[in-house]
């Protein structure tokens, strides 16, 4: 009898963990999509192509490695009142998460971006870039890939360029345009 009720025990304990709510980028993300002001984009890497054929075989396999790319912004025009708590939100998740390791940060005086990275340092999984600014608003964008390389995907930027006829990111040009009004 003593052992039925430790079992039953466990089982509402883990009911009770499991049912609390977890907050994640990947929730975040599909969330953002729902809300009024932002912006978001999945990028599937159909949408980058090589400048030319004649690039080294560890740029394409680079570019392989990348899986997906998500953007979400929300601009800082209108969206005043939840600026604040969209961007505590973001650095909750990306600090509370171990799994997210800082690669590096910038600031300048009108914003701060931060780096982060799942994985090992020389087989990345995901990559996120979190910034964010007074007059600018804030953004993520994250990075989905197998076994990345920081050093060479930004050897690979260098010869890449985004299919202009499939993908359009005009939209972003909100958080962009106007900022220095306020």
Known sequence: MKKYKIILSLLVFALVVTSCKKESLQSYL????????????DIPTSFLQLKSDDVSDDVKQTLK????????GLPIKGNEAVYETEKATIKKILNNNKAYKSLMRFSNKDSKMKLYYTGDKDAIDEIIAFGYGNKMGVGIARILGDNMNPAKIIEMMKNVKFDGNNINLKQFSVLFNNKDEK
Request: aromatic share 4%; glycine share 4%; no cysteine.
């Open 30 to 41: 599909v969330e953002s999509q729902e809300k009024q002001g932002f912006i978001t984009v």
């Open 65 to 72: 490695s990348i899986r997906k790319i998500n953007l979400v």
